[in-house]
C-alpha cells in the first residue's frame, strides 16, 4: 500500500509543478503586456481590408486582394505609400511626414501620383484614428461630428 500512495504522491507534485511552470510564463507573459510601449508605425505595411462603419460599429468588411495591392513605408517621420491597382495602369502613390500617438494619425502630403497631387493641392493633411498593436494597425476615417466612416487595415510585412 505505501508504494501506491508514494507513487500517487509522486505524480501528484509532477502535475503541481508543470502547473505552477506554467502559471509562471503566464503571469512572465503579463508582466511583459504591462510594460509594453505604444507600438511602432515604423516599417512596412500592407493593406489587407477595409471596415465599413454604422453608428461607430463595424456594418461590413472586405479584403483588399481583390481590388488592388496597397503599401505603406513608415521611417521615423516619413511616410510614402503606393497603390497598384489590378484593372487599371494609373499611378497612385503619395510622399509626405507624419505623426502619431496611441489613438491619432495624422499624414502630411508634399506630393504624389498626377491624381494624388490634384487631392493634395486641396487638402494636405490627412487626420485618422489609429488602432495600432506590433504586428496591425487600422487608420480610421472621422466625419466632421467624429463618427467613424470606414478604415483602412493593414499587416506589418517588415
Known sequence: MKPKITFLIGILFMFL???????????SDIAKDD???TPSLEGAWELVGFYNY??????DSFSNNTI????KMYTDDKVMWCKLLKTDSIEFFGYGSY???????TEILEFGSAFMNEV?????????ELSIS???FEQIELDDDGNRIYSENYVRIE
Open 35 to 37: 510594460t509594453e510601449v
Open 99 to 105: 505623426r502619431h500617438d496611441e489613438s491619432s494619425l
Open 120 to 128: 493634395i493641392a486641396e487638402q494636405q493633411e490627412f487626420n485618422f
Open 134 to 136: 506590433p504586428n496591425r
Open 54 to 59: 454604422a453608428n461607430n460599429v463595424v456594418v
Open 68 to 71: 488592388a495591392r496597397q503599401v
Open 17 to 27: 509543478s508543470c502547473n505552477n511552470s506554467e502559471k509562471q510564463i503566464e503571469d
